[in-house]
């Protein structure tokens, strides 16, 4: 593994290998700290668009692991704008061992990819977000013991965290269906993909626009904003849209009993999710946030260890 750009990329034993690295990191930092494994690497931050976990959880990440990384703000490098993508990987990998981007258009990912030396990793874009489902399959599987046979409805906008999340339920042998209003479901294209990756684990894949029919019998409920940051000009259209598609206690009642609730967060609450369900004790919406640390960190340590 060179990049941590786009699951597709990878196999079904290299995510696994993934969560096991981060549950043994995650028990090594309970038990008193982690191994200095990168001692004196820098890992470089670029974010076109905010952020608060990805941003805080890689930073401290890299000072566990006993190395440091560099945040560069929107205005900063002004990524693709006041100097090529190209310029840009070539000189960060100059001085720093890796970079983590977040970015709009996926294919600046790829470019750094192509044009620079060092690991890349994507810290979401506009098509995925896959370190976020890593800590969701991490939290999945610290919950049931596993991921395989688990059944995971995502409610809502067929996005770039929905897109990510289906990959890594696939890979790992659970079943995913998401819930979608028409004009918002993953394309042909999407669906193939994971489709592709749940035959070769006895995982499937399923699309539903009602949500209710879409939950009936799930383990864990997730859902996440109506509106990506970049779409903010079409808020007022998706929240009319997407208004059926609300986690509130009537829809989770259709879920199983002891079903949990996700959400990568930040959450809309009274938009996608409301505050009773957010902060009820079906919800593992902080344990997610905390498993980006321990997820990023098995990526860091596997990318530049
Ligand atoms: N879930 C997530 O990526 O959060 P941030 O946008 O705060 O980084
Ligand atoms: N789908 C959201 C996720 C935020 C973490 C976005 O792209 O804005």
């Known amino acids: 593994m060179q990049h941590f750009i786009d699951l597709a990329d990878y196999s079904s034993a290299e995510i696994r290998a993934l969560v096991a690295r981060a549950l043994e990191l995650k028990q090594e930092w309970k038990n008193g700290g982690n191994a200095p494994l990168l001692k004196g690497k820098v890992l470089a931050m670029v974010f076109q668009k905010p952020s608060l976990r990805t941003r805080v959880s890689f930073d401290v990440g890299m000072q566990h692991l ?4 560099l945040n560069l703000g929107p205005d900063e490098i002004g990524l693709g704008k006041r100097e090529s ?5 070539r000189s960060l990998s100059a001085f720093t061992q890796g970079i983590m981007a977040r970015v709009f258009d996926h294919d600046h990912l790829t470019q750094l990819a192509e044009w620079g030396s060092v690991p890349v990793i994507n810290g979401l874009s506009d098509l995925q ?11 999945i599987h610290e919950v049931f013991g596993k991921v395989e046979g688990v059944r995971v409805t995502f409610v809502g906008d067929g996005n ?11 890979y790992l042998g659970g079943h995913f269906t998401l ?12 669906m193939d993909t994971i489709a592709e990756i ?13 949500p209710q029919d879409a939950v009936r019998g799930a383990h864990v409920v997730y859902t996440d904003t109506w509106v990506s940051m970049g779409q903010e000009h079409e808020t007022q259209r998706r ?9 509130n206690r009537d829809l989770l009642n259709c879920a199983d009993r002891d079903a949990i609730v996700m959400h990568c967060l930040p959450a809309h609450r009274g938009q996608e999710i409301t505050d009773e369900i957010a902060d009820s004790r079906q919800s593992v919406v902080f344990q997610q946030a905390e498993n980006r640390l321990h997820a990023q960190k098995a990526v860091l340590v596997t990318l530049m260890g």
Do not use: I, W
Not at 66 to 69: E, I, M, P
């Open 66 to 69: 006993g190395g440091s990384a």
């Open 85 to 89: 993508v190209a310029d840009v990987a």
């Open 129 to 139: 977000h896959p370190c976020q489902a890593l800590a969701d399959v991490l939290t």
């Open 160 to 170: 770039n965290v929905a897109f990510s999340l289906a990959q890594a339920v696939a």
């Open 179 to 190: 819930a979608a209003p028409r004009g918002y479901e993953f394309s042909e294209e999407r």
């Open 198 to 210: 749940a035959e070769t684990t006895g995982g499937t894949v399923q699309l539903f626009e009602d």
């Open 239 to 247: 929240l009319r849209t997407f208004q059926p598609y609300q986690v």
